[in-house]
T-cell receptor, first 114, second 110 residues
Framework: DAGVTQSPTHLIKTRGQHVTLRCSPI?????VSWYQQVLGQGPQFIFQ???????GRGNFPDRFSARQFPNYSSELNVNALLLGDSALYLC?????????????FGAGSRLTVL | AQRVTQPEKLLSVFKGAPVELKCNYS??????LFWYVQYSRQRLQLLLR??SRESIKGFTADLNKGETSFHLKKPFAQEEDSAMYYC????????????FGAGTTVTVRA
């Protein structure tokens, strides 16, 4: 198993554009969570999806949205990009809804907004 | 709201010296706390959780509810311990969400 895979690994966008980040969980994991990690800070929770339903949402504006597909992969979408959205976006998967301790993280997608 | 504080941004120790990373938290209830580690060019990964009371790679962490602390300790640091360390705890509403501290960068010098 390749672990949690994320794409793209790096991308550059300009202000006002839209971005879609993708995540494939570990096989058999039904929960996917998204975190934003700004340089110099710890990861911040954005969303959790379990069985294709949103189960938790962090303190992020409505420009951020996500979904989970029948194969449990997930997309994170960010509209109307701002400079402050520049960050490493981490995806993590776990076998079940609860039990945050068993999160397995991907390598992340580094977004730069110019 | 729960909060995690790691007061040290940077920590530098010599090989063989003890190392202690501080973590303080605010939480309503009985928390389950974790330490995550990120080695250079590797992914964020779980190091240990207090509930398991185990020692991983020589590290231990004791939950002190009176002082609301969960410090990470290792008696003899090794060069391979150089990494970024994050303390984390789940939300009171449900443990699907982790709140992370800002992290401590540890450098172990030869």
């Amino acid at each position: 198993d390749a672990g949690v895979t994320q794409s793209p690994t790096h991308l550059i966008k300009t202000r006002g554009q839209h971005v879609t980040l993708r995540c494939s969980p570990i096989s058999g994991h039904k929960s996917v969570s998204w975190y934003q990690q700004v340089l110099g800070q710890g990861p911040q929770f954005i969303f959790q999806y379990y069985e294709k339903e949103e189960r938790g949402r962090g303190n992020f504006p409505d420009r951020f949205s996500a979904r989970q597909f029948p194969n449990y992969s997930s997309e994170l979408n960010v509209n109307a990009l701002l400079l402050g959205d520049s960050a490493l976006y981490l995806c993590a998967s776990s076998p079940r809804q609860t039990g945050a301790n068993v999160l397995t993280f991907g390598a992340g997608s580094r977004l730069t907004v110019l | 709201a729960q909060r995690v504080t790691q007061p040290e941004k940077l920590l530098s120790v010599f090989k063989g010296a003890p190392v202690e990373l501080k973590c303080n938290y605010s939480y309503s209830g009985s928390p389950e706390l974790f330490w995550y580690v990120q080695y250079s060019r590797q992914r964020l990964q779980l190091l240990l959780r207090h509930i398991s009371r185990e020692s991983i790679k020589g590290f231990t962490a004791d939950l002190n509810k009176g002082e609301t602390s969960f410090h990470l300790k290792k008696p003899f640091a090794q060069e391979e311990d150089s990494a970024m360390y994050y303390c984390a705890l789940p939300s009171p509403e449900g443990d699907y969400k982790l709140s992370f501290g800002a992290g401590t960068t540890v450098t172990v010098r030869a």
